[in-house]
């Protein structure tokens, strides 16, 4: 499926800071109560798609649509 969401992970360091990496790059690091709160959200959903909203790193379907259009055609 386009869009899908994977090739995230994500890793709980010893300070409690939670690296989330994309394809093996650091994508993003939460702190703290952010970083307590990812934890139980990705424990409890699908977590390719928690980690996708939380690092802002997900497709919204309309990139093939927006490449067309004539303001972008030059890039």
């Known amino acids: 499926m386009p ?8 890793d709980v360091q010893r300070g ?18 952010r ?6 959200e990705v424990e409890s959903g699908d977590a390719q798609q928690v980690m996708a909203r939380w ?5 919204r379907g309309n990139e093939r ?3 067309a259009h004539p303001r972008n055609r030059g890039r």
């Open 3 to 10: 869009g899908e969401a994977n090739g995230f992970a994500y």
């Open 16 to 33: 409690g800071d939670v690296v989330i990496t994309h394809h093996g790059k650091r994508a993003t690091v939460l702190r703290g109560p």
């Open 35 to 40: 970083a307590v709160e990812f934890v139980d």
């Open 55 to 59: 690092t802002g790193n997900y497709k």
């Open 65 to 67: 649509t927006a490449r």
